[in-house]
């Protein structure tokens, strides 16, 4: 028997069904943001939230991916 994801991962069917595109375009997104990876002043995670919006996204999936990728990042 597989074992459920959860977490933000949770979230990434429907994020995929939902908005047509998978979820590593979402990462790239975020990744690509104006900042992001710098240590002198990256967004917050807020701020790439509503990037992610600014997208098409919904709260909730952009706050999944979003977190998602920090975590990958850290």
């Given at each position: 028997?597989?074992?459920?994801?959860?977490?933000?991962?949770?979230y990434?069917?429907?994020?995929?069904?939902?908005?047509?595109?998978?979820i590593?375009?979402?990462?790239?997104?975020?990744?690509?943001?104006?900042?992001?990876?710098?240590?002198?002043?990256?967004?917050?995670?807020?701020?790439?939230?509503?990037?992610?919006?600014?997208?098409?996204?919904?709260?909730?999936?952009a706050?999944?991916?979003v977190?998602h990728?920090?975590?990958?990042?850290r």
């Open positions: 028997m597989s074992e459920k994801v959860k977490g933000p991962a949770s990434f069917p429907s994020i995929e069904k939902t908005y047509g595109q998978p590593e375009h979402w990462k790239q997104v975020v990744r690509a943001a104006p900042g992001y990876g710098s240590t002198a002043k990256p967004p917050t995670h807020m701020d790439l939230v509503a990037l992610l919006k600014e997208e098409g996204l919904g709260h909730g999936h706050n999944a991916v977190a990728t920090l975590a990958e990042d």
